[in-house]
């Protein structure tokens, strides 16, 4: 089993919906959640972070957290065409500071 | 702050000859990643290092791929000697350890073909 898993996609939804990613984990004993972002022939940025359960919110994006089911999600609101890239998730086990452990990613396109 | 810089930012070899990659971290991160990114397989942690030390080397594919941290403001990569295979886009990333929040910041990657 990896360490995190995430829907390869591609995922496709229309200008103005809400787009959603999902990410499970296998490591229980882990603490942080990252979503990076990374846009064609550019390198991952971090868009958002969470470390306790439920949701958080930054502008058009919450990143939700149930630890109970090792899920990690991104929800984007009012998804534009900039919106289209691979997202990324991370995940921080509490037994190797520093270290992240990345999902595939997964791609979604924002149709106008 | 430049954030992370590598160079080069494209290479172009033939199979056989050694490459070396570059990386130079922000100030005062204490941490140092090496990752590899395909389309087949995605991003991989090649190597890390904290304050200079290497910490966990196991994804290194193979003994070709060598990488050392002479001090806390540069990393090098070298693959010796290159293959096809390892044609890849490699990024290399810096953080500064912190309890909640482990960002990494990734430098522009170098893309590297092997002909």
């Known amino acids: 089993q990896k360490e995190v898993e995430q829907n390869s996609g591609p995922l496709s939804v229309p200008e103005g919906a809400i787009a959603s990613l999902n990410c499970t984990y296998s490591?229980?004993?882990?603490?942080?959640f990252f979503w990076y972002r990374q846009y064609s022939g550019k390198s991952p940025e971090l868009i958002m972070f969470?470390?306790?359960?439920g949701d958080k919110e930054d502008g058009r994006f919450t990143a939700q957290l149930n630890k109970a089911s090792q899920y990690v999600s991104l929800l984007i609101r009012d998804s534009q065409p900039s919106d289209s890239a691979t997202y990324l998730c991370?995940?921080?086990?509490?037994?190797?500071?520093?270290?992240?452990?990345f999902g595939r990613g997964t791609q979604l396109t924002v149709w106008p | 702050d430049a954030g992370v810089i590598q160079s080069p930012r494209h290479e172009v070899t033939e199979m056989g000859q050694e490459v070396t990659l570059r990386c130079k971290p922000i100030?005062?991160?204490?941490?140092l990643f090496w990752y590899r990114q395909t389309m087949m397989r995605g991003l991989e942690l090649l190597i890390y290092f904290n304050n200079n030390v290497p910490i966990d080397d196991s994804g290194m594919p193979e003994d070709r791929f060598s990488a050392k941290m002479p001090n806390a403001s540069f990393s090098t990569l070298k693959i010796q000697p290159s293959e096809p295979r390892d044609s890849a886009v490699y990024f290399c990333?810096?953080?500064?350890?912190?309890?909640?929040?482990?960002?990494?910041?990734f430098g522009p990657g170098t893309r590297l073909t092997v002909t």
């Open positions: 490591d229980r004993g882990s603490q942080s």
């Open positions: 100030s005062g991160h204490d941490y």
């Open positions: 991370a995940v921080n086990r509490g037994s190797t500071l520093g270290r992240l452990y």
């Open positions: 969470i470390y306790s359960n």
């Open positions: 990333a810096s953080s500064l350890l912190n309890i909640v929040s482990y960002e990494q910041y």
